[in-house]
């Protein structure tokens, strides 16, 4: 099949290492490897001219802002910052000046070589992909990975809410399925009035053929100097609603019961700083190691040093509707997995058989977790195996293609019948 799969975020850049960045790479790759034909149409590949650009299993179309959107954008933003005004005025302009140009761009692009279906990631403001479905008369399966609208009130700021939560509003009723990466987005798009026979729950998953249980590289160890002890990691964003502030803590508290334990943190984020002088107050600084950004290729090998990988999510004031690809990715390397007993995690762990869970905002509980896995390597192996099982049968890119196409293949014959 033919596919044009939008992305029009700017914050999403497609071939960087961004965990949004992964998905989107990771999912093209899959119907890639099925056969499928994929054009990716995105605003942004790179945040960095110094970022080493990732491959993309597709034709990839890098349409920009044109210079006059860029133009009323900044004028915006030098207003705000004029009245020393914190905004988001500026951003929000520039999603919907963008999706104004890209609708009107693909429409051009597309009008005499339709794709059969269009597969649009879901952003602020995104109405484009909805209007060029409507225009090409081809079905659009619109893949929503958070309450857009509620999270940029709650955490961004915003200066034009009540006119995100009517686009995204808009943007659900338009698409022909509504594919969410959870429960709670599901719940989301059902209580904005979507009818519930076209919202479907499709988490994040893995390539099986990449992360996968394998044996561990001694060079990895020498490179980083992470020495002969044990092991605890971490993956993803050093920021807030990840849970890396507990670290500290934990790391002080177990590493007088296990002589040469390590804490390896892999990604980056604005709470690195505050997490350096954490650790320095507590003396344990010097069993930490940051890796920083590391490609997505090289990832399952970083996993596979892992004697247990943490997913220490906090407790949150709304619903957990993330779909942690972290999670997926550690259980897949076949690593024994302690995470928050929440939301889709508890749905993929079963705790004492595939990982161990704990309560949101219990540090204790989380402490002894890792006592018992440090102390048990027995168990690690068991738990770690059971939960490469779980992955392998339930949560890859290739599972989740087959169920898109088959969806789409499924309204396009509704699509067909009724012309």
Known sequence: MKILYL??????????????????????????????????AAPVLNKSPWEKPQAVAGNVLHLRLSTAAQSAVLAAKDFTETLGVESALSSELRRILYNQELHAELHRRFDSAAPNFIYE???????????????????????????????????????????????????????????????????????????????????????????????????????????????????????????VEVLPELLAQLSPRHPGLRLVLVGEGQLRPQLEQSFHEKGVIDQVVFTGAVPHDEMPAVIREFDAALAPYPRLDHAFYFSPLKLFEYMACGVAVIATDCGQISEVVTNGDNGLLYPPGDSQALVTACQRLLANPKLRFALGQSAANTIRNQHTWARNVERIVELANSLIATRNRST
């Open 121 to 243: 990631r879901a952003s602020l403001y995104s109405t484009a992909g909805a209007m060029l479905a409507r225009s090409l008369n081809v079905p659009l399966l619109l893949e929503v990975n958070a309450p857009l609208a509620l999270e940029q009130s709650a955490y961004r700021g915003g200066g034009l809410n009540e006119l995100a939560a009517h686009a995204e509003s808009w943007m659900f009723k338009e698409a022909d399925a509504i594919l969410a990466v959870s429960a709670a987005v599901r719940d989301h798009a059902l209580s904005l009035g979507v009818d519930s026979q076209k919202v479907h729950v499709l988490s994040n998953g893995v390539d099986a053929s990449l992360f996968q249980p394998g044996p561990r590289d001694p060079g990895l160890r020498t490179r980083w100097g992470i020495g002969d002890g044990p092991v605890l990691g971490f993956v993803g964003g050093l920021r807030p609603w990840h849970g």
């Open 7 to 40: 992305c029009p975020d700017a914050g999403v850049p497609v071939q960087g290492n961004k965990g949004a960045a992964v998905h989107v790479r990771e999912l093209v790759a899959a119907f890639a490897r099925a056969g499928h034909n994929v054009i990716l």
